[in-house]
């Protein structure tokens, strides 16, 4: 006896298979979100087929509902909403296969230490946050400075940035999941703007937690040090005096960055290698020429225009292979830049780090438009009437449109990023609602990048 089976589907996010969904529970989550904002707000949903799909049917239908859930995403209230991201935890926790219990979490602290917070399988980040919050004693008003990253740990210490945490998932599961024990979930600072140390060193928890922080970059390299400031940092270390330690290390070269492991670039010539770094509202680059020569430069974030992260596949004889494993997919980060007043230049970097990447430019701009705008991270985790927690209208969480797919579908050669990742949305404080917003073909303006002058030049 034959049985019609419905087609499944891979959500992936940031480069991650996230959950497994059916047609059917998709349909149930537009009808929900159309229940609770309106057929204007919520995109038009694939519809129906009373036959059987041919294979090219069944394609189309994985592009329109790919679309559907970029939109989703991208959109200020719905991608924000406790509808979209509970549907999305809840199928991540049921295709993992993992029950709700309780159980005991470790997450890693800058200076190696472990906190063990004992959680459901079911909490959300922001849940588990806030129980590492309330192990460590940090003040509620001071929660919001911080965030919980995945990690991969390397040989001699050395770790790798994968992401950041994200509403719509749940930290056991994302980690558990990995079956590999490289992985580590790691609590760190969320902001780049260094004036904001002063509100963390208010208390005495957050101190420790951002001097954990600086010792443990300074020890990696990430921050540069010569000989007489390191013999002064050494000095305020022996005497415990973290602030003036804290205060040394905010002058000094990439304080407050994040280093990523060595990459490709096509800039200033194709097949560069680099290092890059985010911090300071800028991507900073390293790079060896082709004499081996080191270039430094620098490529701030309000002068990109947009950008965008695409992924491709190998291929062999023509088409590409039909199940790719992940070190085979290859992300790339691109960025049009204002490199004098009136050249624009795109500019590539080839890392299995881009969307990592990409989430620190999405963050920085939102943390300039915040700022811009009056506001204040403090407030960027606020509760609402009904107990959930859900970032600020002025501080939306960064998030990288899922990438949706069948398992069984064949793929073209290269994956664009209109059919697979999208642009990355740059709408800090947008509320429009209109059609072009909520197209997965559009590139996405920089808010910050209109405020540019030929001072800034």
């Known amino acids: 006896m034959l049985s019609f089976v419905p087609q499944a589907y891979n959500i992936h996010v940031n480069g991650v298979l996230h959950c497994r969904v059916r047609y059917s529970q998709l349909l149930g989550l537009h009808e929900q979100l159309r229940k609770e904002y309106g057929n204007n707000v919520v995109p038009a949903f694939p519809p129906k087929k009373i036959f059987t799909l041919t294979a090219s049917e069944v394609e189309q239908r994985r592009e329109q509902l790919e679309k559907y859930m970029q939109a989703v995403r991208q959109h200020p ?22 029950p709700t219990e309780e159980v005991q979490l470790e997450v890693h602290l800058s200076n190696g230490q472990k906190v063990k917070v004992h959680i459901l399988t079911s909490d959300q980040t922001e849940d588990v946050l806030e129980a590492v919050a309330s192990k460590l004693d940090l003040p509620d008003d001071s929660v919001g400075y911080f965030s919980l990253f995945l990690i991969r740990d390397g040989k001699d ?72 400031q390191h013999r002064q940092l050494k000095s305020l270390q022996e005497k415990a005096s973290k602030k003036e330690f804290i205060r040394l290390a905010q002058t000094l070269k990439y304080y407050g960055y994040l280093k990523f492991d060595p990459c490709i670039t096509d800039f200033p010539e194709k097949g560069c290698h680099v290092i890059v770094s985010a911090g300071n509202n800028e991507l900073n680059f390293q790079v060896k020429l082709a004499n081996d020569q080191i270039k430094e430069g620098s490529f701030k974030v309000t002068r990109m225009r947009c950008w965008r992260v695409t992924s491709s596949v190998p291929m062999t004889n023509g088409t590409a292979t039909s199940s790719p494993g992940k070190s085979e997919i290859k992300l790339e980060l691109a960025f049009e830049y204002l490199i004098s007043k009136d050249r624009l230049q795109w500019i590539t970097i080839t890392s299995p780090q881009a969307i990592m990447m990409s989430i620190c430019l999405q963050s920085m701009v939102d943390e300039l438009m915040v700022k811009k705008s009056g506001g204040s991270i403090k407030k960027m985790l606020k509760k609402r009437a009904n107990g959930s927690l859900r970032r600020s209208d002025s501080q939306q969480a960064v998030k990288s449109p899922p990438l949706l797919d069948s398992p069984d579908s064949s793929r073209e050669p290269v994956v664009k990023l209109s059919s697979k990742l999208s642009s990355v949305s740059l709408r800090a404080i947008s509320n429009s609602n209109s059609a072009n917003d909520l197209s997965a073909n559009d590139f996405h303006g920089n808010y910050a990048f209109e405020g540019i002058g030929d001072d800034d030049l």
């Not at 209230?77 to 993992?98: D, H, M, P, V, W």
């Not at 509403?167 to 056991?172: D, G, Q, R, S, V």
């Open 77 to 98: 209230l719905l991608g924000a909403s406790e509808t979209f991201n509970s549907f999305l935890r809840k199928a991540q926790q049921e295709t993992q296969q993992i």
């Open 157 to 228: 210490g050395v770790f790798s940035f994968v992401r950041k945490l994200q509403e719509f998932e749940l930290p056991y599961v994302s980690i558990t999941s990995l079956r590999n024990s490289d992985y580590q979930i790691v609590l760190r600072k969320s902001y780049w703007d260094s004036a904001y140390d002063s509100d963390v060193m208010e208390n005495r928890v957050g101190l420790n937690l951002l001097f954990a922080q600086t010792v443990s970059d300074i020890e990696r390299g990430w921050i540069l040090v010569n000989k007489e």
